[in-house]
């Protein structure tokens, strides 16, 4: 076999795994954005406190939007009342979790990752949000919020009337072409990266320089940092890095910071919230993943779990393999449907 065979057979292996899930979840994403009313999100986040940074963190984790594509949603919610607290704790929780990359988690990792994941990114949000509130400059009373159009129509205002029927298409859309159309080339970016990995990196190589301790974790940090990488295409990249012997710890420092952080988003923050949050923002993400990190590995090496013999078991079924015979090609033709009408209509 060579090279490039090899390499495809890998790359290939990994996206029908993951396809089946990808699917699920970007469907539940698009069921979760008929709920999704910014006004009374607006309404539960305005106070500065505890609950309302609870509640945006608690808000964006299943919300499926990456690190730039939230900057926009954020800047809207703190326009429209959100207090700096939790804007901020917003634009942590979101990008670091999503219903489409808790499925994904479970078909490439395993059921603690998957869980641990979203709980992380929780944790890190409130602390960001409470140190915002603690130690970011006073906040100014937000503007009254104007009013808006209606997201399943061009009318202005909230007072129509919409069919469950029409909604459920339009989320639909919103999820098969407009999210799936965000992320398609992430997506192959992140699998195609996944699948370099399995094929070229030696196993000892991870294992010396990337595989547990602060060090490791400390340079994850910093390669996480400025990346631009969504969750979903953050994940196949950590399970091949793990499979090759890395820590879940220190894969963790990568799923966190890297879909979390970007200069985009640190150059919106400066601008909307003052350098002073930007100081919080990469604090609270930095030290949470780093102690979440260790966190993870404590756990598993309390519980005696070995993660290899564990990775990536939800999509090792023999009906989860016939599912992904059919969801990969259907998968595929979706994601190039979805990126030609992105790019025939972009935003």
Known sequence: MNIAT???????????????????GTFMAGFIHIFFDREKVVKHLGKPGFKS???AALFGIPLPLCSCGVLPTAVSLRKSGASKGATLSF??????????????????????????RPFAALVTAVVAGVS????????????????????????EGHEHDHSFWGKFKHSMEYAFVDLLGDIALWLVIGISIGGVI????????IENYLGYGWPSMFIMLLIGVPLYICASASTPIAAALIAKGM??????????SGPATNTAGIVTIAKFMGKRSVVIYLAAISVCSIGMGFLLNYIYKASHIDILTVLGKGSHSHMAHN???FAAPLLIILMINASRRKMACPA
């Not at 499925?103 to 490439?108: D, G, I, N, P």
């Not at 915002?132 to 009318?155: I, R, S």
């Open 91 to 116: 634009l942590i929780s979101t990008p670091e979790t999503g219903i489409d990359s808790i499925f994904f988690s479970y078909a490439l990792l395993d059921p603690l990752m998957t869980v641990f």
């Open 323 to 325: 599912a992904g015979l």
């Open 132 to 155: 915002e509130n603690l130690f970011g400059k006073k906040d100014k009373p937000a503007p009254a919020p104007k009013e808006e159009k209606c997201v399943f129509c061009e009318e």
């Open 198 to 205: 399995s094929y070229f990196a030696s196993p000892s190589l």
């Open 53 to 55: 940074v609870f509640l």
């Open 247 to 256: 820590s879940p710890g220190v894969a963790l420092v990568f799923l966190l």
């Open 6 to 24: 090899g390499l495809l057979k890998e790359i290939w292996h990994t996206f029908s795994a993951a396809a089946p899930y990808i699917l699920l």
